[in-house]
């Protein structure tokens, strides 16, 4: 088949740049050419904080309905964008992820142990920041918008007026921008919000269904750890009902044949944080795997509810309530978290 499958797209250079990573995939895969189609979101529209917008869905709702009302044929989302209620008639799948950790773009090559007492440091993330103040309580902490290029000039740029800033080591790498990275930020110190450096490929159902004319390339696209991974870690999210304007962070991954698996909990103003991990043994069967990576989110997420995470962060006020079965966690409807635009 030579008709070109539409490929649905922000218009930003990194979301460009990751739809372009998976058309290229796609062509290898189908054997027919790929055409990127721009579509405009409610988050490129608007301007102010991600909480003030509503946070969920803002950078995802018209690139699915591109997909229902037959513009485009494959979406391409950044994981952490996507609300974890799913879509009638759409399926995601997730290639392999980017390193999902946090980095830090500072002046002179400074870490955060060694930026001076008051920096400031930009991020139009809740989780970040309440992370930051955890491990330096002394910064001041600046809310931020903008592209990746827009917010490094913040801190790297000729007329910056920050000391640095915080971004996704996915996104710069995409990007060719490590080199503005002068600390990449362990899990352990500022866990990356659930789902990060991942990418979510969207099609509609009947197309990746077995016979569809996309099921065999959604096939191959999909990764194994990553799918384990950032199952677990929007269970989390979608058991604490928490989105973006919630300090949720965690980190899963493959281990000696376990997954697993840490979320951390924090005060936006950084005096208080809840940690907790666990780990799941796999199967190796793909539905008892996917299964338990869920169910290994909802515990941690019971275990960090049982010590008191609703005190600390805004969260729904049924997540309090007994956790339902560890089923698939898109039906929840949790806010997707931490979108501050396209993986950064």
């Known amino acids: 088949m030579s008709t070109p499958l539409r490929l649905g797209t922000r218009g930003s250079a990194l979301a ?6 998976v058309a290229r995939r796609l062509e290898e895969l189908t054997g027919r050419p790929v055409e990127l189609v721009h579509i405009r979101t409610e988050g490129d529209v608007k301007t102010g904080s991600l909480a003030s917008l509503g946070g969920t869905g803002v950078f995802v709702t018209a690139l699915r309905e591109a997909l229902l009302d037959g513009r485009c ?5 950044s994981l952490k964008d996507l609300p974890t209620a799913g879509v009638e008639g759409l399926t995601i799948v997730t ?10 773009c500072a002046r002179d ?6 930026l001076p007492r008051g920096a400031k440091v930009g991020t139009g993330s809740p989780r970040r920041a309440a992370q930051l103040r955890v491990a330096r309580p002394d910064l001041d902490v600046v809310d931020i918008r903008g592209n990746v290029d827009t917010r490094l000039k913040r801190a790297l740029g000729p007329e910056a007026d920050l000391d640095a800033v915080v971004l996704a080591y996915a996104g710069l790498a995409r990007l060719g921008r490590t080199d503005a990275v002068s600390q990449v930020l362990e899990p352990v110190l500022v866990a990356p919000a659930p789902g990060q450096g991942a990418l979510a ?3 509609r159902s009947q197309d990746v269904a077995e016979g569809g004319p996309l099921a065999a390339a959604f096939a191959a696209l ?3 750890p990553t799918r384990l991974a950032v199952l677990a870690e929007r269970a989390v999210l979608a058991r604490l009902e928490a989105g973006c304007a919630a300090p949720v962070g965690t980190h ?3 281990e000696d044949g376990a997954l697993v698996l840490g979320a951390v909990v924090a005060r936006t103003d950084g005096t208080e944080r809840l940690v907790h991990r666990s780990s799941v043994p796999l199967s190796q069967v793909a539905a008892d795997d996917d299964a338990a990576a869920r169910g290994l989110g909802v515990r941690v997420a019971e275990a960090l509810l049982d010590d008191g995470a609703d005190r600390l962060a805004p969260l729904t006020a049924s997540a309090r309530r007994p956790a339902p079965a560890p089923t698939d966690p898109t039906p929840s409807g949790a806010p997707g978290q931490d979108s501050e635009g396209a993986g950064a």
């Open 222 to 224: 999909d990764h194994r």
């Open 109 to 114: 090559g400074l870490t955060l142990d060694s």
């Open 73 to 77: 044929d494959v979406a391409v989302h």
């Open 252 to 254: 899963a991954r493959l």
């Open 95 to 104: 290639p392999e992820r980017e390193d999902p950790r946090d980095a830090l």
């Open 201 to 203: 490929v969207e099609a």
């Open 16 to 21: 460009t740049t990751q739809s372009g990573m």
